[in-house]
């Protein structure tokens, strides 16, 4: 059975969340799209909580995002408990966020990328395992320490 994939954007990120969605599906996996499906303005947030909620609750193991820059849909996706949503400008940077963050969902910056980087940064994050050992530790600081 392919693993689903929630992925949603707002409109700034509706081009490339497109491509992405169809890219999911060569490569055997099962995209569910949130949306927006209209390049008219749209609120981040509204995506943003539904894919974070998907991984949050282990509907999904992992999701993807897209807006503008990417940090709207990290503010809002990482108010989610147990959601370690990475903003990704690079493939250095996805494998980085997998491999020492275990990092549950990927948020792209639209406006800054092109698809093919989008593509190859997807694809990176996608293949890169989560390394544990040290990093374990570290993680479990992100959901157990108070401010």
């Given at each position: 059975?392919?693993?689903?994939?929630?992925?949603?954007?707002?409109?700034?990120?509706?081009?490339?969340?497109?491509?992405?969605?169809?890219?999911?599906?060569?490569?055997?996996?099962?995209?569910?799209?949130?949306?927006?499906?209209?390049?008219?303005?749209?609120?981040?947030?509204?995506?943003?909580?539904?894919?974070?909620?998907?991984?949050?609750?282990g509907a999904a193991r992992r999701g993807v995002l897209l807006c503008g820059t990417g940090l709207g849909m990290s503010y809002a996706a990482n108010r989610h408990h147990g959601v370690r949503a990475a903003v990704?400008?690079?493939?250095?940077?996805?494998?980085?966020?997998?491999?020492?963050?275990?990092?549950?969902?990927?948020?792209?910056?639209?406006?800054?990328?092109?698809?093919?980087?989008?593509?190859?940064?997807?694809?990176?994050?996608?293949?890169?395992?989560?390394?544990?050992?040290?990093?374990?530790?570290?993680?479990?600081?992100?959901?157990?320490?108070?401010?």
């Amino acid at each position: 059975m392919a693993e689903t994939i929630p992925i949603g954007s707002d409109h700034a990120g509706l081009e490339l969340k497109d491509r992405l969605v169809e890219t999911l599906r060569e490569l055997g996996y099962a995209p569910e799209d949130i949306g927006t499906h209209s390049a008219e303005s749209s609120d981040y947030a509204d995506y943003a909580h539904p894919v974070a909620e998907q991984v949050s609750s282990g509907a999904a193991r992992r999701g993807v995002l897209l807006c503008g820059t990417g940090l709207g849909m990290s503010y809002a996706a990482n108010r989610h408990h147990g959601v370690r949503a990475a903003v990704v400008w690079t493939p250095e940077v996805a494998r980085l966020a997998r491999e020492h963050n275990d990092a549950n969902i990927l948020v792209l910056p639209a406006r800054c990328l092109s698809e093919a980087e989008g593509i190859e940064i997807l694809k990176t994050w996608l293949d890169t395992p989560y390394a544990g050992g040290r990093h374990d530790r570290r993680i479990a600081k992100i959901e157990t320490e108070e401010v």
